[in-house]
């Protein structure tokens, strides 16, 4: 069973960082796109970033040149360092996967998230 787990999340004063990871196990036969999502109260979960298993990364407007996701494909890890965190970054982080099968078939995880507070 494919299970992903977050950490890293916390507390931060605005124009702070922090880094976040995430782990995949399980048995698999091919990750694909890894990634992070959030979720404020009351929205649609949104995309942060993702990153394909070569390195190519594509990001929110909101977090391009603050956030930067990277991945160690040997670990089955995916990172998210967020730099200059503003109050509006404040929300719960998802990892997110996207998993294909021998059988050719695509499956996307979540993990259960992790908690970032930005605060004055």
């Known amino acids: 069973q494919i299970q992903l787990a977050e950490s890293g999340g916390g507390l931060v004063q605005p124009g702070g960082s922090l880094r976040l990871s995430c782990v995949a196990s399980?048995?698999?036969?091919?990750?694909?796109?890894m990634g992070w999502y959030r979720q404020a109260p009351g929205n649609e979960r949104e995309l942060v970033a993702h990153?394909?298993?070569?390195?190519?990364?594509n990001y929110a407007n909101s977090v391009n040149g603050r956030f930067t996701a990277s991945r160690d494909n040997a670990k089955n890890t995916v990172y998210l360092q967020m730099n200059s965190l503003k109050p509006e970054d404040k929300t719960v982080y998802y990892c997110?996967?996207?998993?294909?099968?021998?059988?050719?078939?695509?499956?996307?995880?979540w993990g259960p998230g992790t908690k970032v507070t930005v605060y004055s």
């Open positions: 399980g048995s698999f036969f091919r990750i694909n796109v």
């Open positions: 997110y996967m996207n998993h294909c099968t021998r059988d050719d078939e695509d499956y996307d995880y």
């Open positions: 990153i394909s298993s070569g390195g190519v990364t």
